[in-house]
C-alpha cells in the first residue's frame, strides 16, 4: 500500500513561485521501496479534466514535461526521504489548480497508469 501526501500549495501572485512536495508511506510485502516509483504531478482546474504536468523516473535520471510547464517547473526526487518536489517559477493564473502526487511502475503521462494518488494541494496564481 502506498499513501502520498502533498503539501506546499498556496496562493502565489502572477509571476511568483511555489515548491510543492509529496512524500510517500509504503508498506509492502513485497519488497516495493519509494525508489521502484516513477513520481508524477498532476494538476486539475475547476471543470476540467486532470492533466498532465510532469514526471520522473526512479532514479531521477529521466524526466518529462507538459510543453505548458517546460522551463518554469522543475521536478526532483530524494528517494531517501521518499520525497519528490516541485518547483514552480514563473507561475501564470492558468496554473491554478489542485495539484496532484501519483505513483506508478510504468513511466508514462496517462492517469490511468498511476495506480496511488495523494489528496491534492491547492495552487492559485492571482493576476
Known amino acids: 500500500q502506498v499513501q502520498l501526501v502533498e503539501s506546499g500549495g498556496g496562493w502565489v501572485q502572477d509571476g511568483g513561485s511555489l515548491n510543492l512536495s509529496c512524500t510517500a508511506s509504503i508498506r509492502s510485502t513485497s519488497g516495493l521501496t519509494f525508489s521502484y516509483f516513477t513520481m508524477a504531478w498532476f494538476r486539475q482546474a475547476p471543470g476540467s479534466e486532470r492533466q498532465f504536468v510532469v514526471y520522473?523516473?526512479?532514479?531521477?535520471?529521466?524526466?518529462n514535461y507538459a510543453d505548458s510547464v517546460k522551463g518554469r517547473f522543475t521536478i526532483s526526487r530524494d528517494n531517501a526521504k521518499n520525497t519528490v518536489y516541485l518547483r514552480m517559477e514563473s507561475l501564470k493564473p492558468e496554473d491554478t489548480a489542485l495539484y496532484y502526487c501519483a505513483a506508478s511502475l510504468i513511466p508514462s503521462t496517462g492517469t490511468s497508469r498511476y495506480n496511488y494518488w495523494g489528496q491534492g494541494t491547492q495552487v492559485t496564481v492571482s493576476s
Open positions: 520522473v523516473s526512479w532514479s531521477g535520471g529521466s524526466t
